[in-house]
DNA sequence: CCTTGACATGTCGAGACTGACAGGACAAAT
DNA sequence: ATTTGTCCTGTCAGTCTCGACATGTCAAGG
């Protein structure tokens, strides 16, 4: 007999192949291309290395959720999703809950500010700021560039990059707020509380 | 002889590791604490659970990073955060290079919403959009409560909490805009162009 | 008395993810 | 001719992370 009692896992995370299956529904693209259209669109929520997405690209043809299309020049493989892998991208929007955690190292780190001293916390914060500044330009090319009208796959696409757009105006703003405050002291003994 | 050229790698994920430092460098706390703490604070941008906390306050304490300052009821190990793991945490913020990278599954859905039919879209984000207004009231209700303007610490904090209300306060008033393009048909063949 | 539920600490196996390693194809420049 | 650089696919060891499992304490209420 099986302890059913036992059997209460369902979780599915797996976000990477949804990703590969929702970029490759509609041109073919090969790994490489996926690598790099990572980091671009989909990586500013769901970063992935080339070394992850192969494997996967493996197991999705093994599991008929995708297909390779064609062959090009140096082994280049170009891959499609077939229909089972679109029924397969329904069923998760359906039947998985999502999972509303963040993960964001380089705001972790502002938590722990207070063990620089201010004009070294404040450089920080500078440098961090500019790096968000190149996110929000990327952005902001990526959108400029691409034929977002195209088809539902990159009309939806575009959805998504808007908040991009918005969360890196909104973490520059927020930065400038942030400095404002470690410069007024927050971060010394006996500093001032924050203000809005 | 040692090949040199192979020795390229120095990479210092570790996260948890410093965002329990800084959590224990204030008031001690057990790990029941932090995985609490985890969820309503720090782990809105990095989550843990208590299996992962757990092992790697041993691991500190082995390493004298933090050290058990108390025992209280029901075997309750009180953790604090020794000068040496201050040291660790100023280390990090100025040797190793920041994670610019964002993990955020949720999102990552909305790039797939196109597969289903606008009306079943609309009621997708209708459940995003009440589950962020509940991650913002809990942030406010946080602002709110904590006595932020103890320490450098707490203030500290409080601006990474900050940067959370302004993000949550973003993802609603753009999924209201999401919702709006939906709900116009860029979802559908042939449908617009979001429009900003 | 005993059940229920919150408090509290811990382990474990499996899967996700990363950086490093490896190697071949093709184009352009030297 | 050969070097350099980009294109392109792949593997692997080690770490991170999670859900499930396991165990025990204490307080309150029936």
């Not at 404040?122 to 034929?147: F, K, M, N, P, S």
Request: charged share 25%.
């Amino acid at each position: 007999m099986i302890d059913m009692s036992r059997v209460t896992c369902y979780i599915v995370p797996m976000s990477l192949r949804h990703g590969l299956l929702d970029l490759l529904a509609g041109e073919p693209q090969s790994g490489y291309d996926l690598a790099r259209f990572f980091e671009a669109s989909m990586g500013n929520v769901w970063p992935a290395q080339h070394s992850q997405i192969y494997p996967e690209l493996g197991k999705l043809v093994a599991e008929g959720l995708i297909t390779q299309v064609d062959e090009g020049p140096r082994g280049r493989k170009l891959y499609q999703t077939t229909p089972e892998g679109i029924d397969a991208l329904r069923t998760w929007l359906r039947e998985s809950p999502p999972d509303y955690s963040v993960r964001y190292e380089a705001l972790l780190r502002i938590f722990t500010l207070w063990v620089l001293p201010t004009d070294e916390a404040l450089a920080y914060l500078e440098r961090d700021r500019a790096e968000y500044r190149r996110h929000l330009a990327q952005i902001e090319t990526a959108i400029g560039e691409v034929e977002w009208s195209k088809n539902p796959i990159n009309r939806g696409a575009r959805l998504t990059i808007e908040f991009g757009r918005r969360f890196y105006a909104t973490l520059i703003e927020w930065i400038d707020w942030a400095a404002e405050q470690v410069r007024s002291g927050t971060l010394e003994p006996g500093g001032p509380l924050p203000t809005i």
